[in-house]
């Protein structure tokens, strides 16, 4: 039983958490729901006493009898990795690269004294394989690099759960990962919960993985928390403005009118991109890679139309093809008729714009957001004499001031530097919009936000949009048609509808099952 | 932004440096081309501040007019390294993976098996020692360390999303490096720079010890202490001085440019 | 790991052959005939045209490169000059002493930086860092030679502990010569420490934010074993950079600081050689100290292999 009562924290005078308290009874699943900066990563760090230097807590953190904010650092080195143990949300890094994998789940072992060296690796071999890493795939002397993100957070699960501790932290275990992999991960904990009568503190951004996983769900908002309770009451009853803004925001539908005419004006047509492979012996040339293999579809004018795939299947080199930065090997991509490629004048690629994922690497930050917005004016001819007028109007039309134009990128936000990323998209009135992840990175309110946006410009404006997102939830929210592709093909297209409701591939029907859903009778009384 | 106390330490002591010695333009207490043989190895007086050196010449004047070889050296050694390093590492990151950007790294990786020093005693082999041997030899070990400083922030600048939105702007790579790159890696540029002045001034120092450097009668504070070897038993002072004057000018630049890092560096200052 | 030695080992090879493409180009370019310029002004031509053909300056280019390259892989330097007797004997004699020094040096100075490092890090906002970090400062603005200087007046002229320069050779016992290089080696050693001890505690504290750091943490280790267990050597691969580039400095250092201490060593060689117009001297040492710096060059490469397992199985 872990009590934490009137939990409050400050950093260097700053203050983080506000009497938090939450109970988290044995063999149960506690979901923690917050948006970013919220303070649900610090609730977990000041339960594990690893604040950032400068934290200062008060309350209590009961971890059965003990409070464990009155221990000493000796006291609580015994207590982590032997009563509670953590996962983190960046498995890539999460592990240490020179050390294999076996003495890394043996460490947590031997650090307590409860195995003698001898027998830790036997026991780090059972942990493997309790979380479904078998020997003869993944022995003991693997290394971290050679294993995907999924399999190395079951490395980092073993070695947080090798002693059985009562309680398990688990911090966006799953944010990183794809969505079958997030499905497959969250089923482990489940299962070791179930099996191992461990408690499990998931904290996540995501109201359906907890909706699907928790027992009981606390909501947080800046360092409070706003609202608790059993998950399934808690979400037939969201008794707090902000929980049911939360809840709206994660399925939000943008108020949208497609008014796609038949004219195609994107057309890839059997389009093939290779890779040269890394090479794996000296004089030896391993076969190229192809990122993209024989994909064909058409977008039409005024139309959005989804890319759904998982990491790796082949997007983001299909998107460098389309846009123009590569060239494709064989096949077509023709934007109104002209076959795209790096020998396509500037001039005529001016009509297909793109939005990046990451608001904070998408600008020079050394310019001023008047010439960042502008910067595609060096498609066409000259910089027309009232370009300052036209930035302005770039700006309001995405719901920013013309006064923005003279500040620095790194004076806005995530959500507002998305905005100004749109604005440039804008500026020159294209036809289509490739929007690259654009909304990934941003908290779910935000995102409502900027779908939102997105949604009246393309009604306004009548633009084409090539939505990107590995998020079907957005992907089903925005888009008139949607194609699936895994491994550099694209295995199944139709109406977005169609597809999410009567899938016909079996990737896609993997797909649909693996994302997380809130129950949609839960759902129901609210939209009711 | 709040200066760091070893930028303004470092800042008040290079400036206090570099005044004296452009001062020396003007006026020294007394004329160092002129030998003073019945006043050598005098302790310091009202006349000769620092005492005179075993040739009767003034220590202060001889360090003041010494320190010109010494600034001029570092500072057009460090302007070949970034006048050369700095456009080739941006070429090679902006061609990365292809044949340039082996060929430049190779190189680079050539030429730092030639430590200045071998570089100058090559030099020197076939042109005999003087001034500028010393500026080429550590000018031409600059460049890579300019090319690789350069080329490595070039690289992870050229991951990120703004300088792709800019090729989708149909902008080449040299316009991109000249518009996003360069601008984004000056203070990256500046530290090291800061840096490699010091050492610039280190070596030479050393070079003109082993007589490599800078030829009689210019002073430098290199040759100063190589004079002064024979004087050692008998006017320690005449090594002590050149070589603290060495050390306090390098010890003002590496504060300064240390500073500067945390000054400047995003990282840095975010960790905090 | 096998492959990543060959392929190490293949541009190894590379490297060299470029540098002694450099090193002979260089020579080459003398202004004027290499001979003349060997022997003065005051040359007969027969002496030049002795010299020419000793020099084998009679073939072509390429000739004269391969023969030039084809002799320093067998060990045949060519003769000198001035001495009159085969280079090689001559760079045998004296390397015996250079070698030993930089790397007396280098240990030095690598057993002073480790601890002194790790404590600063340990330590970090801590009054013993920031003296630490000061003092450091110091060591890397004092150049070797007047270190040297001083270290000769204190602790050979004022405390006659140690002799002010010469050297017995390695004839007379280990210690005797050891003792003799040792006031050189500290010389060399300190400022060079202070660099590493610099660089070992900025990348540990790197490495200590690191998120494995949090994860070793989060399994019970203390601050401490977290260091020592995982931040230690994954903050080695940039310290192994230092180790390798410092060689080539130590080596030049040594050349230097052999003059302050009168040690008659590969830099003595050189200065001769200089002063002497002894080109195939200048040429020859000069390229078996580039070949040393390739060398330990090679070597850290191959030893970042066995500190990282990711660079074992990537080329």
Redesign the interface.
Known sequence: MIDIRNLTLSIHGTDILHDVSLQIPQGQIFGLVGESGSGKSMTALALMQLLPQGGKTSGQVMVDETDVSTLGEADMCALRGNEIGMIFQEPMTALNPVKNIGDQVAETLLIHGQAKKSEAHTKARAMLDRVGLPADRFPLTRYPHELSGGQRQRVCIAMAIALRPKLLIADEPTTALDVTTQAQILDLLQELVREENMSLLLITHDLAVVAGMADHVAVMQNGVIVEQGQTEHLFRHMTHPYTRQLFEASSHQPDRDSDSKDAPILEVINAVREYKAPRTKLFHTAPPIRAVNDVSFTLKSGESLGLVGESGCGKSTLTRAI???DPVQSGEIKLFGHAVGPDLP?KQ?AAI??V???PY??????WKVSRLVA??F??IDALPTDWREKVADALVSVGMHADDMDKYIHEFSGGQRQRIAIA?ALILRPEIIVLDEAVSALDVSIRAQILDLLAYLQKRMGLAYLFISHDLTVVRAITDRVLVMQAGKIVEQGETEQVFDHPKHPYTKQLLDAAPQIPSDWQEKKHA | MKWPVQLKLGAFITVFFIAIIALSFFWTPHDVTILNIPEKLQPSSSKYLLGSDHLGRDILSMLMVGGRTSIAVALIAVSIGVIIGVPLGLLAAATRGSLIDEITM?SN??I???????IA??????YGPSASNAIIAIGIFNIPVFARVSRGAALSLWT???V????????KSMRISI??IL??IINLLIVQGTIQF?LGI?AE??LS????GVQPPTPSWGRM?AD??TF??SS?RL??L??MA???M??GL??MG?GLRDLLDPRIRR?R | MIRFATFRLLSLTL?LI??SI??FA??E??PGDTASYMLGLNATPEAVEALRNQLGLSGSIPERYIAWAGGLLTGDFGQSYTYRVPVSELILDRIWISIPLTLYALILSTVIAFPVGLISAARRGKLSDYSIMGAT??G???????FA??L??IFA?NLHWFSAGGFPGWAGGFWPATKALTLPAIALALPQASILARVMRSSLLETL?QDYIRSARAKGLTRGQALRRHALRNAMIPVLTIIG?QF??L???A??IE??FFIPGLGKL??Q??TQ?D?IV??ST?ML??FA??LV?FIVDVAYAAVDPRLRTRK
Not at chain 1, 361 to 366: D, E, I, L, T, V
Request: aromatic share 10%; charged share 10%; no cysteine.
């Open positions: 846009l123009g930065l500037i690629r714009q793109v990046f994922q990451d690497g998408s600008f020079n930050p050394r910067e595609p060096h498609m440039r | 190779r990786d050539l730092f098996a030639f430590p200045s020093l071998v005693i090559l030099i020197t082999a076939v990120l999303d703004y792709l939105a800019a090729r989708t702007f149909g902008k518009e996003h601008p984004n010091s280190l120092a050393g010890y082993i007589g490599l202490l002064a070897q050692i038993y320690p090594a002590f050149p070589g060495i050390v306090m390098v010890l590496n504060l240390d960790g | 490297s470029a540098a450099v090193v260089v020579i370019i003398i400062q110091l890397i603005a004092i150049p070797n030679f007047w200087m001083l000769v007046l002229v934010t580039m080539s400095f080596l030049a250092g050349i230097i003059n302050v050189i200065f050689g200089i117009r080109l200048v040429e000069v100290l580039v710096v390739i060059t």
